[in-house]
Nanobody, 124 residues
Framework: VQLQASGGGSVRAGGSLRLSCAAS????????MGWFRQAPGKEREFVAA????????SYADSVKGRFTISSGNAKNTMYLQMNSLNADDTALYYC??????????????????WGQGTQVTVSS
């Protein structure tokens, strides 16, 4: 499975960005797709995950109410709508995918497939 993330960029605080991720090379669809991020000098952290095209969703507390994860019409695609961005959201954002249940959706060790990352920079 190959994952391609896109949509990163530079915005001012309070602005919005929409990240996209497309998975290829696999049929049927993967069960879970998620977003993680890593800022310089920090560990990779969970952002959001979506299970089976929206049956379940999970968000990190830090992004609840500001970010929305969704599935695209095309198989194995997902989006992350990010609103009210602040400087703490600055990081390299990775999309990831895996098979299996919704358990441990926030644990990056559980994900088998990873994209290359897309940079999000928020200036104050």
């Amino acid at each position: 499975v190959q994952l391609q993330a896109s949509g990163g960029g530079s915005v001012r605080a309070g602005g919005s960005l929409r990240l996209s991720c497309a998975a290829s090379g696999r049929s049927p669809s993967v069960d879970m797709m998620g977003w993680f991020r890593q800022a310089p000098g920090k560990e990779r952290e969970f952002v959001a995950a979506i299970y089976r095209s929206g049956r379940d969703r999970s968000y990190a507390d830090s992004v609840k109410g500001r970010f929305t994860i969704s599935s695209g019409n095309a198989k194995n695609t997902m989006y992350l709508q990010m609103n009210s961005l602040n400087a703490d959201d600055t990081a390299l954002y990775y999309c990831a995918a895996r098979d299996g249940s919704f358990q441990r959706a926030q644990d990056h060790h559980e994900y088998a497939y990873w994209g290359q990352g897309t940079q999000v920079t928020v200036s104050s």
